[in-house]
Nanobody
Framework: QVQLVESGGGLVQAGGSLRLSCAASGRTFNIYVMGWYRQVPGKEREFVANWKRSDGSTYYADSVKGRFTISRDNAKNTVYLQMNSLKAEDTAIYYC?????????WGQGTQVTVSS
């Protein structure tokens, strides 16, 4: 199993920046994908960004392209989400996820609130 610990959420003004971190522990050697989703109460959880281990490629939702950057520190088994030019509509609970041995594991979520 993989355990995930997220950090870095908070309150920021529109136009500001935040960096989220997600540290993985446990059976990390077979992690295939790490990334982020977000969810607003009453809505579906939506994809934000992914990092694919096999070739290091990254993928982003159209709504965050050019503003968010996903990166990974292999030595620390940690994935980051650098969020710049934040907008009020980015307000959500952000969840880290990994896919390991075909199984998806979710983090506990971290709240990001952007005030306009």
């Amino acid at each position: 199993q993989v355990q995930l610990v997220e950090s870095g959420g908070g309150l920021v003004q529109a136009g500001g920046s935040l960096r989220l971190s997600c540290a993985a522990s446990g059976r990390t050697f077979n992690i295939y994908v790490m990334g982020w989703y977000r969810q607003v109460p009453g809505k579906e959880r939506e994809f934000v960004a992914n990092w694919k281990r096999s070739d290091g490629s990254t993928y982003y939702a159209d709504s965050v392209k050019g503003r968010f950057t996903i990166s990974r520190d292999n030595a620390k088994n940690t994935v980051y989400l650098q969020m710049n030019s934040l907008k009020a509509e980015d307000t959500a609970i952000y969840y880290c996820h990994v896919v390991n041995d075909g199984v998806r594991t979710w983090g506990q979520g971290t709240q990001v609130t952007v005030s306009s």
